[in-house]
């Protein structure tokens, strides 16, 4: 399922870039082995999307792109969006 390849490529992008820093190491590995040997169907990629609510994109310009990377790939797989209200936190 090319899909879920996209996915799971996203997912390693967004552990690269720390956007995961908050959780512990044994939740990143796990994270890490679903990557690997996780279901190619839509309860595994929708187990992506929720992790992927859970990040920190609100660090730096940088997190803040991938935010946008990862709401457009949300949009394409028509799921909710990331809700930005935080961002009015960081401009006030």
């Given at each position: 399922?090319?899909?879920?390849?996209?996915?799971?490529?996203?997912?390693?992008?967004?552990?690269?870039?720390?956007?995961?820093?908050?959780?512990?190491?044994?939740?990143?590995?796990?994270?890490?082995?679903?990557?690997?040997?996780?279901a190619?169907?839509?309860?595994?990629?929708?187990?992506?999307?929720?992790?992927?609510?859970t990040?920190?994109?609100?660090?730096?310009?940088?997190?803040?792109?991938?935010?946008?990377?990862?709401?457009?790939?949300?949009?394409?797989?028509?799921?909710?969006?990331?809700?930005?209200?935080?961002?009015?936190?960081?401009?006030?």
């Amino acid at each position: 399922m090319e899909t879920y390849k996209q996915i799971v490529y996203h997912t390693g992008i967004l552990i690269q870039h720390g956007i995961f820093n908050h959780l512990s190491e044994a939740e990143i590995s796990l994270i890490r082995h679903q990557m690997i040997y996780g279901a190619d169907n839509l309860a595994g990629c929708k187990s992506f999307f929720r992790l992927w609510r859970t990040g920190d994109y609100c660090r730096g310009i940088s997190e803040l792109q991938l935010l946008q990377k990862t709401n457009g790939l949300l949009l394409k797989f028509g799921e909710q969006l990331i809700d930005e209200d935080f961002l009015e936190e960081i401009i006030d």
